[in-house]
Structure formats: C-alpha cells, structure tokens
C-alpha cells in the first residue's frame, strides 16, 4: 500500500480520489498561485509548474516511503488563462464570456516518489463548452457563491454542470485531477493502481 499525499485544499481533488478507494493524507501547499512571477507562463505551461510547486512545497513534512500528489487548473479561453474569479462581479463577467463558447482545461499534475526518488510531471487537456445562459441564470449561479474560488469560474461536479453542454477529454480532469493519468502515472513508477487503494 502507498502512503499517498495530496498537496492540496481542493475539496473536488479529495472527492475524487475518496471516490476511486484512495484516502490520501491532506497537506496543503499554501502556493501563491496569483504570483506575478507565473504571468508569462502559457495556460499550459502554468499548471505543471504551480503543480510541481505545490508538490515541493510539502516535500519536507511528507513521510519519507510516500508519494506526493500535486495538481493545478486553469482555464485557457482565448489563449489566456482565467483563474478563479475571486469576486462575484468578476465571476458574472466569466460567465457572459463563457455562455455559448468552448475553452481547454488544463490540469497539471505532479508525482513524487520519495522512496525511488523519482518525479513526474503530467498534463491533461480538456475541450468544455458552454449553453447560452440568460442573465438570470448568471446571476443565480454566481449568487451561489460556487464559481468564486474554482478554476475558470465553473464546476463539471456543480451547480454549472447544467450549462457545460459538451466536453471532449477527459471528466475527472476537468473537476481537478485526472484519475486516468494518475493510474498512467503510478504504473509508470512500477506499482499498480490497487497499490493506491486504502485496504
């Protein structure tokens, strides 16, 4: 069995992995993701290197025979990354650009294997597109408070899944972490994927 940490707070990564039989160890990262150091990165480029960042930062306080887990998203719609609104008036902006258009999430992910001393650094890339949405749509979704702190202002596992009319990819990617490319990723390192499992 492998001691698994994710270097995350995301409730939706957690999810996901309690969903697949994993109880990983929580630590979060604290990473600035809105950095100004990070803004010249492409939407691509930016979640494997806040994903490695957040991987290393826990490094020190996770047992020496585990595996860390880190993962960023961010949406790339019109070749800019949109991060998490933060505020509802920017949230209700992100919907009026997203209704009836399609984007790519982007999910970095980083594996560190501190018994082999092994790395990892993957990306997964989703295609999302989205309904029309009346202005009263807007405003009840973002009254919700959901879109403020998520990437790209929407959730494929909440109250905007009525809106995402098509995705091309893969879903887990798209709520925050691959579970394919994770199951990719741990056979890579030479265990397989019930290694993971909590027993």
Known sequence: MIDLILASSSPSRLRLL?????????LVSGVNEEAEEFDALSPSELVIALAIL??????????SNSIILGCDSTFEFEGKSLGKPGNK???????KQLSGKSGYLHTG???????QGIELSERS???????QMS???ILDYVESGEPLNVAGGFTLDGLSAPFITNIEGDPSGIIGLSLPLLRKMIITL???????KNK
């Open 135 to 137: 202005d009263t749509e």
């Open 190 to 196: 030479g265990y397989s994927w019930p290694d993971l």
């Open 54 to 63: 957040k991987a290393h930062t826990v490094k020190e306080k996770a047992p």
């Open 109 to 115: 992910h980083c594996l560190i294997d501190l018994k």
């Open 125 to 131: 890339t989703a295609k999302v597109e989205f309904a």
């Open 89 to 95: 008036e920017n949230a209700i902006t992100r919907c």
């Open 18 to 26: 309690e969903s697949a039989g994993i109880k990983p160890t929580v």
